[in-house]
Protein backbone atom coordinates (compact mmCIF):
# COMPACT_ATOMS: atom_id res chain seq x y z
CA UNK A 1 0.00 0.00 0.00
CA UNK A 2 1.22 3.66 -0.88
CA UNK A 3 0.85 6.64 1.25
CA UNK A 4 0.63 10.46 0.33
CA UNK A 5 2.84 12.70 2.37
CA UNK A 6 1.56 16.25 3.06
CA UNK A 7 4.47 19.03 4.06
CA UNK A 8 2.86 22.03 5.51
CA UNK A 9 4.32 24.36 2.45
CA UNK A 10 2.37 23.54 0.01
CA UNK A 11 4.37 25.20 -2.92
CA UNK A 12 7.34 23.01 -1.60
CA UNK A 13 9.03 20.70 -4.66
CA UNK A 14 11.96 19.07 -4.09
CA UNK A 15 13.22 15.50 -3.63
CA UNK A 16 13.65 13.52 -0.02
CA UNK A 17 14.27 10.04 0.57
CA UNK A 18 14.48 9.70 -3.09
CA UNK A 19 11.24 10.11 -3.64
CA UNK A 20 9.64 13.65 -5.20
CA UNK A 21 7.55 16.00 -3.68
CA UNK A 22 5.37 18.20 -5.79
CA UNK A 23 3.48 21.48 -4.90
CA UNK A 24 3.88 19.99 -1.08
CA UNK A 25 2.92 16.54 -2.25
CA UNK A 26 4.80 13.10 -2.38
CA UNK A 27 3.74 9.51 -3.19
CA UNK A 28 5.60 6.95 -1.14
CA UNK A 29 5.52 3.50 -2.56
CA UNK A 30 7.15 1.99 0.94
CA UNK A 31 4.60 2.59 3.06
CA UNK A 32 6.91 2.09 6.33
CA UNK A 33 9.55 4.83 5.00
CA UNK A 34 6.91 7.27 4.00
CA UNK A 35 5.31 6.72 7.51
CA UNK A 36 8.92 7.80 9.09
CA UNK A 37 9.46 10.78 7.59
CA UNK A 38 6.13 11.79 8.10
CA UNK A 39 6.85 11.35 11.35
CA UNK A 40 10.34 12.70 11.64
CA UNK A 41 9.20 15.83 10.57
CA UNK A 42 5.99 16.30 11.59
CA UNK A 43 4.06 15.93 8.20
CA UNK A 44 0.67 14.48 7.47
CA UNK A 45 -0.04 10.98 5.73
CA UNK A 46 -2.83 10.07 3.98
CA UNK A 47 -3.68 6.44 3.21
CA UNK A 48 -3.99 5.79 -0.37
CA UNK A 49 -5.63 3.09 -1.53
CA UNK A 50 -4.97 1.34 -4.70
CA UNK A 51 -7.58 0.13 -6.49
CA UNK A 52 -6.63 -2.99 -8.94
CA UNK A 53 -8.32 -2.86 -12.36
CA UNK A 54 -10.09 -6.43 -12.79
CA UNK A 55 -8.14 -8.03 -15.47
CA UNK A 56 -10.68 -10.08 -17.65
CA UNK A 57 -8.76 -13.06 -19.33
CA UNK A 58 -8.24 -12.37 -22.76
CA UNK A 59 -10.79 -14.83 -24.80
CA UNK A 60 -9.55 -15.73 -28.56
CA UNK A 61 -11.55 -13.30 -30.68
CA UNK A 62 -14.36 -15.36 -32.70
CA UNK A 63 -13.33 -15.18 -35.93
CA UNK A 64 -16.59 -15.42 -38.68
CA UNK A 65 -15.57 -16.91 -42.18
CA UNK A 66 -16.13 -13.95 -44.38
CA UNK A 67 -17.09 -15.22 -47.60
CA UNK A 68 -17.03 -12.96 -50.85
CA UNK A 69 -20.09 -12.56 -52.41
CA UNK A 70 -20.03 -14.92 -56.07
CA UNK A 71 -20.23 -13.34 -58.53
CA UNK A 72 -21.74 -15.41 -61.89
CA UNK A 73 -19.65 -16.64 -64.86
CA UNK A 74 -20.12 -14.59 -67.84
CA UNK A 75 -19.63 -16.04 -71.14
CA UNK A 76 -16.23 -14.38 -72.34
CA UNK A 77 -16.60 -12.16 -75.48
CA UNK A 78 -14.37 -13.08 -77.75
CA UNK A 79 -13.37 -10.38 -80.69
CA UNK A 80 -13.67 -11.46 -84.54
CA UNK A 81 -10.38 -11.25 -86.18
CA UNK A 82 -10.25 -8.57 -88.50
CA UNK A 83 -10.61 -9.58 -92.38
CA UNK A 84 -8.50 -7.55 -94.59
CA UNK A 85 -10.36 -5.63 -97.47
CA UNK A 86 -7.77 -7.15 -99.87
CA UNK A 87 -8.63 -10.94 -98.60
CA UNK A 88 -12.25 -10.48 -99.87
Known sequence: ???????PNK????????????????LFEDEKLGKEIASRFGYE?????????????EKEPE????KEPVKPK??????KKAVSKEGK
Open 1 to 7: MSVKIKV
Open 45 to 57: VIAVEVIEPEVET
Open 74 to 79: TAKKTA
Open 11 to 26: FYNGIMAGVTFHKGVA
Open 63 to 66: VEAV
